[in-house]
């Protein structure tokens, strides 16, 4: 893959996650900002954007947010274990919630 498909591709998802962070604050802004693991500061900031100024903010070479699981062995215990259907995702949910931001 070449730099240009790579920048194209890591623009469009900082746009698919603004756009996303945006639609979650506005639905429901308390599990939202549990879920983005985000301050409320920065939530007000995000939700006042318009699509214009996302654009402009998605239009860079960094991403715009980082992976939450900075600790390898809590991927592995999300991915090790076959858990029940419906305890699969509360374990998950609480792995995540652990995680410092």
């Known amino acids: 893959m070449n730099i240009d498909g790579v920048l194209n591709e890591i623009q469009d998802l900082n746009l698919s996650y603004m756009l996303l962070a945006q639609r979650l604050l506005n639905e429901d802004y308390t599990t939202a900002l549990f879920r983005l693991k985000i301050d409320e500061s920065l939530a007000q900031v995000l939700v006042s954007l318009s699509a214009k100024q996302l654009a ?23 991915t090790r ?8 995702q509360t374990h998950a949910s609480l792995l995540m919630a652990a995680c410092d931001y």
Request: aromatic share 4%.
């Open 81 to 88: 274990d076959k858990r029940e259907q419906g305890l699969g």
């Open 56 to 78: 402009r903010m998605a239009r860079t070479n960094q991403l715009l947010f980082r992976m939450h699981l900075d600790d390898a062995d809590q991927v592995t215990q999300l």
